[in-house]
């Protein structure tokens, strides 16, 4: 069983930044594919970046174009996702999620997969300002 926390949401004006913080317990030893969605009103979910906890290995949506960085502390057993040059259209609830498989890499795909993610945390607001 693994049980997340996310942290770190809140409101800042474009162009801004915000580190969000993803607390990870129950089972911390395995390595797995760990990633981060978001939701808007009115919007369906969708992936935003995803890393393996093992190697690091990491990919992000298109939309991101540079300005997220997903990284994981497997010290800590956290996974963050910085964000910088944030827009209006970022803003939207942000879920941590881990796979319900682990010891492996799913690859570019698993973003566009969250039925696949069997751990997902209470969700963090992020509201960004025009």
């Known amino acids: 069983q693994v049980h997340l926390v996310e942290s770190g949401g809140g409101s800042v004006q474009a162009g801004g930044s915000l580190r969000l913080s993803c607390a990870r317990s129950?089972?911390?030893?395995?390595?797995?594919?760990m990633a981060w969605f978001r939701q808007a009103p009115g919007k369906e979910r969708e992936g935003v970046a995803a890393?393996?906890?093992?190697?690091?290995?990491?990919v992000y949506a298109n939309f991101v174009e540079g300005r997220f960085t997903i990284s994981r502390d497997n010290t800590e057993n956290t996974v963050s996702l910085q964000m910088n040059s944030l827009m209006p259209e970022d803003t939207a609830m942000y879920y941590c999620?881990?796979?319900?498989?682990?010891?492996?890499?799913?690859?570019?795909?698993?973003?566009?997969?969250?039925?696949?993610?069997?751990?997902w945390g209470q969700g963090t607001q992020v509201t960004v300002s025009s």
């Open positions: 999620a881990a796979h319900t498989d682990t010891g492996r890499w799913y690859g570019p795909l698993t973003l566009g997969r969250q039925q696949d993610f069997g751990y």
């Open positions: 129950g089972d911390t030893k395995s390595r797995m594919t």
């Open positions: 890393i393996y906890t093992g190697s690091g290995i990491a």
